[in-house]
């Protein structure tokens, strides 16, 4: 298993916008749909996990999430597991890439929204605050320090 962090320019782009349009998991639409109006800039970055060339899994790391106007940033998001790959730790795997990588580009802090329960806790991360997303259901923020 090894770890891209792709942009636009990058080969594999088109193939892991591909997979997140088509995967079972309805946000890889809204992803496939950044990707397609290159919204990520500056040390924005899509993570791709990859089996040999099958991709496992992604997320993102960029300056906004799905919930407009916070005053936080950085977000890990777009956090996804490929069914046949859960089970394996592959998310943890690729928060700490993400985090690996926010610190070498000079972030002390990242954050996450999900509305998950006890699941990015066991990772460290500590819920912050709470806010409504725009299809009405209240995510939890989370918040972990780069270290």
């Given at each position: 298993?090894?770890?891209?962090?792709?942009?636009?320019?990058?080969?594999?782009?088109?193939?892991?916008?591909?997979?997140?349009?088509?995967?079972?998991?309805?946000?890889?639409?809204?992803?496939?749909?950044?990707?397609?109006?290159?919204l990520?800039t500056?040390?924005?970055?899509?993570?791709?996990?990859?089996?040999?060339?099958?991709?496992?899994?992604?997320?993102?790391?960029?300056k906004?999430?799905?919930?407009?106007?916070?005053?936080?940033?950085?977000?890990?998001?777009?956090?996804?597991?490929?069914?046949?790959?859960?089970?394996?730790?592959?998310?943890q795997?690729?928060?700490?890439?993400?985090?690996?990588?926010?610190?070498?580009?000079?972030?002390?802090?990242?954050?996450?929204?999900?509305?998950?329960?006890?699941?990015?806790?066991?990772?460290?991360?500590?819920?912050?605050?709470?806010?409504?997303?725009?299809?009405?259901?209240?995510?939890?923020?989370?918040?972990?320090?780069?270290?």
């Amino acid at each position: 298993m090894n770890f891209e962090m792709i942009t636009s320019s990058d080969p594999l782009w088109n193939k892991v916008r591909n997979y997140a349009n088509n995967c079972s998991w309805r946000a890889g639409q809204s992803l496939a749909n950044a990707m397609d109006n290159n919204l990520f800039t500056e040390w924005e970055r899509v993570i791709v996990a990859l089996d040999q060339q099958k991709i496992c899994g992604y997320c993102t790391v960029a300056k906004t999430d799905c919930i407009p106007d916070l005053c936080y940033t950085p977000f890990i998001g777009y956090l996804f597991v490929d069914e046949e790959y859960r089970g394996n730790r592959l998310s943890q795997r690729l928060i700490q890439y993400a985090m690996n990588y926010l610190k070498s580009v000079g972030f002390d802090r990242v954050h996450l929204i999900s509305d998950h329960d006890n699941l990015y806790e066991k990772y460290g991360f500590e819920i912050i605050d709470r806010k409504t997303a725009p299809w009405g259901s209240t995510e939890k923020i989370y918040l972990q320090k780069l270290v």
